[in-house]
Each structure stands twice: as structure tokens, then as C-alpha cells.
DNA sequence: TACATTTGTATCGTACACGATATAAACGCC
DNA sequence: GGCGTTTATATCGTGTACGATACAAATGTA
């Protein structure tokens, strides 16, 4: 078989493995994620918030690589549910602003134990601390570049 | 701030970068996938199918770690596009064989350039050969471990 | 061989992603 | 100050993901 065409198998690319990671750590979060009672995207979103309590979509777009189209419909959701607020800037009524409710931000201490529990489900694995921290590293600079290349 | 809520940062975890990561993949595979007219879990499944161009619904989910309620709908849009045959085994009933038309497996021709165009264009970056061959290794170990965790 | 259990797909409902498009506010420039 | 352009959200349509459930065929077992 031409070399070519070998490199159509899913062990030969990264994207397959990207793929199956991520949609595989968002189902470790899930049962967690559960007990707040919100989803994996919405946690995303929530962590953003809890560093700074008052963002524009856009800001938040910005740091999850997420366009209104994906915000607005996700933060309606978390509006229901009373953990943020929309309101317009009065400095510019184009942008909106989310900030978060008193019970998004008690949401923090209830989250604030989620990445313990998923580390500690690591600690007797495989993966050797340098090995992570290394992976974490190329992970960055291939965001890097994708980011560049995507526009 | 307290350690325990600064692990709330994006920054460090690593499920935020694997998300982004792999949706960035998808967006770098689109323009080139938009020539043949599939979508991205789409080429996935092609790719399987053209490693062994008859296989189950059940055979493609595992390699794919999907299930029926994602697969079913995306082979019919498959089926649709006429790239693939859905049959029921005769073995048994239960079973539903894919197989490739004519057309889905000279589409391979076409799709056979993807991965050199999309190697290329990382071919000037700053990760190195053996920083790229140590990543696909950590992220195969973590999908391994990822897999066993979420059953 | 009856019948409970398992297995393989399919269906349904909800929630993302995202391209395309709409809309109103803000900005730039003459 | 009028007006074309840019910017910030929102809306719409399509296509995944996935938990829950349905259902029929196959299997195991008394």
C-alpha cells in the first residue's frame, strides 16, 4: 500500500487522538459537573467568570475561542439558572455584560474541589509528572498555532 | 488567594486546552473537507471505512468511541451523499454492515492529500520532530487511561 | 423449549459548535 | 454632521455528542 494512503489511518494523525481526548475528559468531568448542575461548557464559561466577575461576551468569547452564536444561547442557560446576569454596557449598549449572580459565585467553593478529585484519579497512572508537564507545554504551543492558522 | 481555587483557572487544567486544541484540528481540516463535501466526524468514519470497507455500526463505534445515537444519523447523511451502503447482516439481524459505494472509495483519492497539506503548513513551526513524536505518545497514554476512567 | 437477559440499532430531547446572516450601536472620515 | 464601515450580539439552520429509552434479534439458562 503506497505510503500515501497509510496516511489515512486514524493511528497516523493527531486530530483522531485530539478528538477522543477532549470528548473523553469532558465525560470525566461529567458526573461531577452533574452534582452542579451544569454542563461542561458551562463550567468553561463559570471559571472564566469566577477569575474576573464581570466580562463582555466578547471577552469571554475571547478566552474560550467561542462566538456569540455558541455564548449567547449557553448564556441564557446559566441565566436560567440564576448564576449570572446579562445586562448592556451603558458605555456601549452594543456590548453585554455577564457578571456573576451571589449563588454563581458560591458555585466556586463547590467547584473548587472538582480538579483535586480528577487529579487525584491520575495519581497512580502512567504518566510521570515531567511527562505531563512536557505534554501540557507542547499542548500550548500547538494552541499557539492552530489559533494563528484558524485566523 | 487560596491554592485550591487558583486550580480553577483555565490556565491550569488541561481539559480546557484539549477542547480548544481539538476544535481548532477541526476548523484547520474544514476548508479542505469542504472539497469533498463531508464533514469532519464524517471523514473520521470514511477513514475507518477505508481501512476495511465493511464493518458494523458497533465496529466503527468502538474505534470511534461513538454510539448508535451519533452514528445512525451521521451514516444516513452519508448514506445520502451515496458514499456508503447501509445493510442489515444477514448473520444476524441485529447488525447493520457499512460498506463503501464506488464513490466512497474513490473519494480516498481525493482525501489522500489532506494529511501531506495539513503537515505542511505546521512544517516551519516551533515543535520539533521528536517534541511531536513524545506528544502522540503522552496523548495515547492518556487516551488509554481517559477510555479506561470514563468505562 | 419458555423466558429473562444481553446485544445492536434506532429514536428522542437537550446542548453545544459553527457558518451565514441580521441588526443596531459606535466609529472614522470627509 | 452625514454616512459608509466596523464592531458586538443575536438569530437561524445544520450537524454533531450524548443520556435515556425503546425495541427486536440473539443468547443463556433452567
Same mark, same amino acid.
Given at each position: 500500500?503506497?505510503?500515501?494512503?497509510? /496516511?489515512?489511518?486514524?493511528?497516523?494523525?493527531?486530530?483522531?487522538?485530539?478528538?477522543?481526548?477532549?470528548?473523553? +475528559? +469532558?465525560?470525566?468531568?461529567?458526573?461531577?459537573?452533574?452534582?452542579?448542575?451544569?454542563?461542561?461548557?458551562?463550567?468553561?464559561?463559570?471559571?472564566?467568570?469566577?477569575?474576573?466577575?464581570?466580562?463582555?461576551?466578547?471577552?469571554?468569547?475571547? /478566552?474560550?475561542?467561542?462566538?456569540?452564536?455558541?455564548?449567547?444561547?449557553?448564556? /441564557?442557560?446559566?441565566?436560567?439558572?440564576?448564576?449570572?446576569?446579562? +445586562?448592556?454596557?451603558?458605555?456601549?449598549?452594543?456590548?453585554?455584560?455577564?457578571?456573576?449572580?451571589?449563588?454563581?459565585?458560591?458555585?466556586?467553593?463547590?467547584?473548587?474541589?472538582?480538579?483535586?478529585? @480528577?487529579?487525584?484519579?491520575?495519581?497512580?497512572?502512567?504518566?510521570?509528572?515531567?511527562?505531563?508537564?512536557?505534554?501540557?507545554? +507542547?499542548?500550548?504551543?500547538?494552541?499557539? @498555532?492552530?489559533?494563528?492558522?484558524?485566523?
Amino acid at each position: 500500500m503506497p505510503d500515501q494512503l497509510a /496516511k489515512l489511518y486514524l493511528e497516523n494523525q493527531l486530530c483522531f487522538p485530539l478528538y477522543a481526548a477532549s470528548r473523553l +475528559t +469532558t465525560k470525566i468531568y461529567t458526573p461531577y459537573l452533574n452534582e452542579l448542575d451544569i454542563t461542561y461548557p458551562q463550567y468553561l464559561v463559570m471559571m472564566v467568570l469566577w477569575q474576573h466577575p464581570e466580562q463582555s461576551v466578547n471577552d469571554i468569547g475571547h /478566552k474560550l475561542l467561542l462566538e456569540s452564536n455558541t455564548l449567547t444561547p449557553l448564556l /441564557k442557560r446559566l441565566e436560567q439558572k440564576k448564576l449570572i446576569k446579562r +445586562t448592556r454596557s451603558h458605555k456601549d449598549e452594543r456590548s453585554v455584560l455577564v457578571s456573576l449572580t451571589q449563588e454563581g459565585l458560591e458555585l466556586r467553593e463547590k467547584a473548587a474541589v472538582i480538579p483535586d478529585q @480528577i487529579m487525584a484519579s491520575f495519581q497512580d497512572e502512567s504518566i510521570s509528572p515531567e511527562e505531563g508537564i512536557a505534554f501540557r507545554e +507542547t499542548l500550548k504551543k500547538l494552541m499557539g @498555532i492552530l489559533r494563528e492558522k484558524s485566523q
